[in-house]
């Protein structure tokens, strides 16, 4: 939506590619042209290369922009893009390697000049060299994997006695996720901010950062809230982030829009990671300089030059930007438990100052397959202050039915005086604010009957008497209807938020997801509500929950698995 809306403005045609699930999505509505990738889950649709070159092809585009997520940090894919001729509207695939590995974006980093968080540029294999670094460094310490992402793969260790378990445990977890189980080791701040810095390049060597960002406001590593500039570091700090920032992307030959991120403690700063792409918040740099960073990686992917130097950039900064994720997650008590399903009504905020960037409409679907953020509610202000009581006050106003939101999370958020006061960090939403009390008031109303299942129908048209072969989705109950008489099939709905299974002693997966962990072995003793197992699913870890007591008999999974909806986890006798 967001890259559709840039090309259009720019007079250039734009074209959609879709998954099953997503067949009538905003996305597909809006792009001029849109072709089918099939299948549901991101592996089948959106993670299919194969599938993707194909729309290229058959559409003819010239350019691929990669959007947030997906295959928008990989390497291989732009390289794909590249060598059809086709245009990638990003990073060099080599820029996107060097950067993808945490350990060799350290070295990159310290060639340019960025200062690192204190620790190892090598992978480390044995708990010897571990215990040695945090002899001179002192505890704590984060053993981390390279290949890690999303906070995962990370093992924070306070003593000596832990740092075999903690290895073994992140090397586990990495190998699960990624596939690649090279670790290292770095000094963990205990009470940081996370502040970015979102630099463009252009394909001449020229480069300015256009603001930086504060994003400490996080539950599980996630990001919940994000505003720019990132204030109160101090005289001169945000300047010299800037620069750092600057010389790492040159010391890997960046070009287009990317974001180097830092931790930042008591003054200092210490480079954390680069996103090699457009990241989710950058509209709140948008909104203090005014410049559309879309457009930018467009020209930039053109050929052209940056329209602008660093001072005249500088100049334009002005306010305070803020932005709120909303995702379907149902916050109440700190769990964000993930909530897909319908969206029946959702009436956006608007006013002065008030931007909503959003993938769906009143009557979509928010689907169990891919993440859920539902849409950013973006904020500007002449001031801090100004900007906090406007995106609360947005906030208020915004209506979002039939699923949960985080909005009663980021409002408890925006009214805290640590918030206002700049004394929050990244472990502050886990460790300092209370979430017990925020009310989920009423449960997301779902009607009923409203998913009827589509199916697939082929027929002939002729259009100004040329002949197709057209697909058509029809309600199921009009190809019944056609095709003799059958018995209508309700559609299942998964359950959602916290995963309950069936009272018959079959807990299932309540949407689909990877096993992390199993808590309960056959042949144990359960209670009704005991944690059963861990499953991932949209980026969060649910706790799957027995809905009866009894006995275990049989385990159907192993960590690491992918299950489906509905698939049996655990048997209980
Ligand atoms: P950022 O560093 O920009 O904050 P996020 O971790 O929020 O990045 O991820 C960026 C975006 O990538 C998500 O909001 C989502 O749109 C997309 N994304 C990432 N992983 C997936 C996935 N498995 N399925 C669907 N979308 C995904
Ligand atoms: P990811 O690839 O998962 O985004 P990052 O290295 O960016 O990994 O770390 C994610 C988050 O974890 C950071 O935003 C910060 O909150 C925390 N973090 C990472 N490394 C450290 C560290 N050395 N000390 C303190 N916090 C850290
Ligand atoms: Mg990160």
């Known amino acids: 939506m967001r890259v559709i809306r840039a090309a259009r403005e720019m007079g250039i045609a ?70 059809m001729g086709v245009a990638f509207i990003g990073p060099p695939g080599d820029a996107i390697r060097e950067m ?54 990370m093992k924070v260790v306070h003593n000596a006695e832990t740092v075999q378990e903690a290895m073994d445990s992140a090397q586990r977890e990495a190998k699960a996720f990624f596939g690649r189980d090279e670790i290292y080791v770095e000094k963990y701040l205990t009470w940081p901010r996370h502040v970015e810095v979102q630099l463009v390049g252009d394909q001449h060597g020229n480069y300015v950062w256009v603001s930086t960002r504060d994003c400490s406001a996080q539950r599980r590593h996630q990001k919940l809230v994000e505003e720019a500039p990132a204030i109160a570091m101090g005289e001169g700090v945000e300047e010299a982030m800037g620069a750092a920032a600057v010389l790492a992307a040159r010391a890997v030959g960046y070009f287009n829009a990317g974001t180097v991120e830092f931790i930042y403690q008591d003054g200092e700063f210490f480079f954390l990671e680069m996103n090699t792409r457009l990241q989710v918040e950058h509209p709140v740099s948008e909104v203090i300089t005014g410049i559309d960073l879309v457009e930018w990686q467009l020209r930039v992917a053109g050929g052209e030059k940056l329209p602008m ?24 008590g700190g769990k964000f438990l993930p909530s897909p399903g319908k969206i029946t009504k959702l009436v956006p905020s608007d006013g002065f100052g008030v931007r909503f960037d959003s993938g769906y409409e009143s009557g979509d679907e928010i689907s169990q397959y891919y993440d859920n953020l539902v849409g950013k509610l973006i904020v500007w202000g002449k001031d801090r202050p100004t900007a906090i009581a406007r995106t609360i006050r947005a906030l208020e106003e915004m209506v979002v ?39 989920v008031a009423s449960a997301p109303t779902q009607d009923g009957d409203d998913a009827e299942p589509l199916v697939r129908r082929n027929t002939t048209v002729e259009i100004n008497g040329k002949r197709f072969d057209v697909a058509m989705w029809v309600p199921e109950q009009t190809a019944v209807i056609a095709s003799g008489p059958a018995k209508a099939k309700k559609p299942t709905r998964s359950s959602s938020g916290a995963g309950v299974g069936g009272g018959s002693g079959q807990v299932t997966a309540p949407m689909q997801g990877t096993i992390v962990k199993l808590m309960v072995e056959v042949g144990q003793e359960v209670e009704v509500g005991q944690a059963v197992c861990v499953l991932e699913a949209m980026k969060m870890e649910n706790q799957i929950l027995a809905e009866k007591a009894g006995k275990v008999t049989e385990i159907k999974v192993a960590a690491g698995q992918t299950v489906g909806s509905g698939d049996v986890i655990i048997v209980i006798a």
């Open 14 to 83: 734009t074209v959609a590619v879709y998954s099953e699930l997503d067949r009538n999505a905003l996305h597909v509505r809006l792009a001029d042209e849109a072709y089918a990738l099939g299948g549901q889950t991101a592996a089948e649709s959106y993670l299919n290369t194969e599938a993707i070159l194909d729309a290229i092809r058959k559409s003819g585009a010239d350019g691929v922009h990669p959007g947030y997520g997906f295959f928008s940090e990989n390497a291989d894919f732009a390289d794909a893009i590249t060598n």
């Open 100 to 153: 993808g590995d945490k350990v060799s974006s350290r070295r990159a980093a310290l060639r340019g000049g960025c200062p690192i968080v204190p620790g190892t540029t090598d992978f480390v294999t044995t708990a010897q060299e571990i215990t040695e670094f945090a002899a001179t460094a002192g505890y704590p310490i984060a053993i981390k994997a390279a290949f890690g992402g999303g906070g995962r793969g």
């Open 309 to 332: 130097t660093q001072e005249e950039v500088t100049a334009r900064r002005y306010g305070h930007g803020i932005e709120i994720r909303i995702n379907a997650e149902n916050p109440a």
């Open 401 to 439: 039915e039939g699923v949960y939101t985080t909005i009663p999370a980021d409002l408890a958020i925006l009214k805290h005086p640590d918030f206002a006061a700049m004394k929050h960090s990244t472990k502050w939403v886990e460790e300092v604010l209370d979430l017990s009390g925020i009310g």
